[in-house]
């Protein structure tokens, strides 16, 4: 008999799977693959013991450990346990699983793969988390792939739509002006940053309208004068246009 009666059908909106270390590194994208960390389980009640064992055996529970959970039939929700649960990070014995416990459908959900994605550190750099949020939902994609009675769920990281253009900005004190000062830098820095962040395609800078100083800098610097935004500024109770100028990648 079945966990889940047979005169309707269940569905089963909450069921997880248990990535083994190797989860987003597997289906990253080849340049990303050495920067993609392992899958933690640090906040999972799952020992490092554990996991070596299963990795030892190429990513596959013991044929006895499988024995015993295929006869536990109706009860096998209530003793088959995260790593070491019928299904648990394999696809084809997650269908056994869901033979065993009569449900008609099953949302599938990652469990600690999602940490580096989401991870609120700042450190991570944004093509790492859209690169491992691909690895996970072509993992997960593949996991489902050969039952339709699974169905993965895809993570996407929160879109950072200007993350390919970045913003400079400088200061200089008074005694030092017309030195040139601020012009080596700003070509230094948009040097520095175009040559150390391959993503980056556009640096941009706003000046208020009446500091053609600052202009004459960013000109000087290989920027182009864009678009003069009216009365986007408000400064010391006064309201004024910024000029916006952008250097692009060539």
């Known amino acids: 008999m079945a966990y889940a009666p047979a005169d309707r059908p269940f569905y089963d909106a909450d069921s997880h799977i248990m990535e083994l270390p190797d989860f987003l590194q597997k289906y990253a994208d080849p340049d990303l693959r050495k920067e993609i960390p392992a899958v933690s389980y640090g906040a999972s009640l ?33 003793v088959s346990k995260e790593i070491q649960a019928l299904g648990a990070f394999d696809g084809r014995e997650r269908s056994k699983a869901v033979d065993m416990l009569g449900f008609k459908k099953q949302l599938v959900f990652a469990t600690h793969s999602v940490a580096m994605p989401f991870s609120p550190s700042s450190k991570i750099a944004p093509r790492l988390r859209y690169g491992a949020a691909r690895a996970h939902n072509r993992h997960l994609a593949d996991f489902c792939s050969h039952d339709n009675r699974l169905m993965g769920v895809a993570i996407v990281p929160l879109e950072d739509v200007h993350r390919r253009a970045a913003d400079v900005g400088y200061f200089v004190a008074e005694p030092f002006w017309g030195r040139g000062i601020a012009t080596e830098a700003v070509r230094g820095i948009s ?42 500024v408000w400064k010391d109770g006064t309201l004024m246009d910024s000029v916006q100028y952008a250097k692009l990648r060539r």
Request: proline share 3%.
């Open 191 to 232: 040097a520095y940053a175009f040559d150390t962040f391959p993503e980056l395609v556009r640096i941009q800078a706003g000046v208020f309208e009446w500091n053609p100083a600052s202009m004459r800098v960013l000109l000087k610097a290989g920027y182009e004068r864009e678009a003069v935004l009216r009365q986007s």
């Open 46 to 78: 799952v020992t490092d013991e554990e996991v070596a064992e299963i990795m030892a055996r190429g990513g596959r529970h013991s044929e006895e450990h499988l024995a015993e959970l295929l006869g536990l039939g109706d009860r096998l929700i209530e």
